[in-house]
């Protein structure tokens, strides 16, 4: 939609360190997704970011639910056109700018056009990674998604935000706020080891590098508009109903280990 024009803006310098941060983290966030109260309790790192060691590509990882599975949250026809179009979109893009890139270490290709294809492999990477752990952190209410975190999780986010009524409020604010595009995000900062709020813009931007995503929520305007319109804020309470908070501890059980 806005990929182009968007991601062109970016400065090398920060896709390359965000795009690490990211790819790095988003690989070992999705390490074990299986749990014993998600829906695939078999799925591998490899499965989920749908990596092809044949084809030396990347594939687009089905749903882990049915296309209608979040409904009244979500809607199936946003899920429809999400997932096959927008998430298969970034896929292609991530393997195109990897092609790219080789063809011009095999002097293949024009060197004039490696910040190019830097920006569209952080751009689309960054959508791959953030969308794979979108999809897996939600799940139907009916198996289980929506209500409060319970355990370590539970207590850190009482520790670090003072209560789960006080993260709601400002996840949703981060996440309703953001300029543009963009996501909210419950991070783990391993340096202090405490948990934080980030936003992020486009697929990328605005990033700590080091952090390790634990619950993003997509604000771009394909994430909602069908159902919600123009009522960001609408869409992310009900976002709240479908979280899949069992996922969250594991990854965050994971980030810490
Ligand atoms: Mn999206």
């Not at 479908?242 to 501890?249: A, D, F, L, R, S």
Request: aromatic share 10%.
């Amino acid at each position: 939609m806005h990929d182009e024009a968007t991601s062109d803006a970016m400065d090398r310098r920060t896709a390359m360190s965000t795009m690490g941060g990211m790819g790095v983290v988003g690989a070992a966030a999705l390490g074990s997704v299986a749990s014993a109260t998600s829906p695939r309790t078999s799925v591998r790192t490899e499965e989920m970011l749908g990596w092809n060691k044949q084809k030396m590509a990347y594939e687009l990882p089905e749903l882990p639910y049915a296309y209608d599975a979040l409904e009244p949250s979500i809607d199936a026809k946003t899920m429809h056109i999400h997932h096959d179009k927008h998430h298969a979109g970034y896929v292609k893009g991530l393997n195109t700018a990897l092609d790219q890139l080789h063809s011009i270490r095999m002097e293949k290709g024009d060197p004039g056009t490696i910040q190019f294809w830097e920006r569209k492999l952080s751009f689309h990477a960054g959508g791959h990674f953030n969308h794979s752990l979108f999809w897996t952190g939600m799940a139907p209410e009916s198996a289980g998604g929506g209500g409060e975190p319970t355990g370590t999780l539970a207590e850190a986010i009482r520790l670090d935000f003072g209560s789960f009524d006080k993260f709601s409020w400002a996840f949703q604010r981060a996440a309703a706020t953001v300029e543009g595009s963009g996501w909210g995000w419950l991070v783990y900062e391993p340096h202090a080891r405490r948990l934080l709020i980030t936003q992020m813009e486009n697929q990328q931007k605005l990033f700590i590098p080091g952090c390790v995503p634990l619950l993003g929520v997509d604000v771009w305007e394909h994430a909602y508009y069908l159902k919600y319109q123009n009522h960001r804020a609408t869409y992310l309470q009900a976002f709240m109903d479908v979280i899949n908070w069992p996922e969250i501890q594991r990854r965050y059980d994971e980030a810490r280990a």
